[in-house]
């Protein structure tokens, strides 16, 4: 047995790492708190477009860090939770304030409907099977007829709280969720469902030796996923003002999927941001430099190719490569 | 038999490979019985019939004179059965006494909301089966690691954290694959007093090893497989005067 001295030193190090990445979000939040005081209304729009993004880079990212599986049909619960929240407010005059609690349980319901017949399927052949939802978002949605506003969507417009300037809202409500998941999901973390997904993930024969299935390790990380999911989409429908078919293509699916591979699918809130950074630029960057799309699409092929049956693993040797940033 | 897991006719194979023939054997509570056998004989392949990983076209296993075998083995997880892996299965990202402490989670009550919200029974809990895994990892002298990865720990380290796991649920049935493969001198040593302090009255133990100093130090009584069948069962005495045992397995190959 080795002396206990040759593991203590990582311990400690790993404590104060944990302390210091509190304190480091702790400083990050307090920042975006207050930029609205200081920024124009143009980069205020952006960044709680941004932070609802990031919101949607972390049901990806927490499918691959608990599920240990790819999808690439994210955009489907996205949608799920933004029309949700338009419609509601179109058809009952409510605003996202209820919307979003709403579109959260609509999706761990639909979260689970899919996990459950696809239960048996991993890696590539999950992962196409998630692309099916993608595809079909778009024509779902003009199938709802007028009620979803065809291809011009819907305006989100109703303010949850009264008195304060709706702006405001549409970038402090992503703010504050935003932070909310971050906790939560680290709280998640040591939980005992938390501790039963990781193992389930790496060993599900142990994970299944020790009382939990693999159908219930596939169908929880798949419900909560969809359902950070479907939340995220209701932030992002309030905070863009806006909903549309086209904004929930597969090419959405494939930026949340490359948007968490870029953040090391990291849970922590830095993490997330850089990822919500990724997908809300690029699609801007792309529109003005059109010949860098087959590039791009090469690319998040390339990545889907490369986690391959094992991306959990595939990311933790990148994530201990790149210097240790476990993050969340 | 009552205090007893009993397997009867089983018989295993995958493709036209036979793995298990017509296998019946039982292991007894309060003893610690050994399952040796050449490399290939099938003996952790009878581990994965017993705990439900694999399922044999025929036999029955009964635990405690009640039949289990069509139970999928999250649910004999449940039944009190528990196991140690040849392969070390322990989760990666999870410290020490998080991977002991998740071999108790199924016994949580802990609901969603509790996993998410700091509620105070799921807290109430996480401190109990802290407390638990502490416990366990102190009486195998493994104290030092709770806080480390496995992966910073040598594979017999490794090993014991599995028992660990294991035992912290205090299952009815504790089945441990190679416990000692890996493991230096002062680590057996070790191990084999962690065995035999671990036995009692109403714990059924199953030790599959090759080392059979350990093995005739632990066991109360031994079953021997080759190529699939159980050719010997009795004590250690008994096995190691067997003739067909110490030809196929015990004797000295240069013979
Ligand atoms: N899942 C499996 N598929 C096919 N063959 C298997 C499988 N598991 C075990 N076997 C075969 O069963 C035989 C017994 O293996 P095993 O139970 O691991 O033996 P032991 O643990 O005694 O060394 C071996 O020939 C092995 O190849
Ligand atoms: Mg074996």
Redesign the interface.
Known sequence: ????M???E??AM?VARRSRAWSRDAVLLLALALLPTTLGGFWVYGIGVCMANAMAVLSVSFLLRYGGEVSIGHSFFLALGAYTVAILERQAGVSVAIGLPVAALAGVLLGLGFAWPSRKLSGIYLAVATMALALAVPELILQLGPVAGGYEGLYVAKAPLPGIPLDLQRYYLPLVVLAMAVV??R??R???????L??A???P??A??????RG?ARLAAFAISAGIAAIAGALLAFSASTVSPNSYTLWTAIYLLVGSVISLSGLGLVAALVGGAFITLVPQLLAAWGDWVPILYGFALLVVVILGDRPAETL?KLRGRIGGGRHG | MADALTAEGINLAFGGHRVLTDVSLDFRAGQITGLIGPNGAGKTSLFNCLTGLYQPQQGSIALCGRRIEALPPARRAREGLARSFQHVALCPDLTVAENVMFGRARLGKAGWFDAFLPLPRGRAEAAEARAAAEKVLARLGLSAFSEALPASLPPGTQRMVEIARAIVAEPRVLLLDEPAAGLNAAETRHLTEALRALAAPDLIMVVVEHDMDLIMQVCDRIHVLNFGRRIASGTPAEIRADPEVVRVYLGDPDD
């Open positions: 047995m080795p002396d206990g040759s593991v203590a990582p311990v790993n939560l999901l709280r998640f040591h939980s005992r469902q938390g501790l039963a990781l193992t993930r790496d060993h024969r142990a299944e030796a020790f009382g939990f299935s219930f933790t």
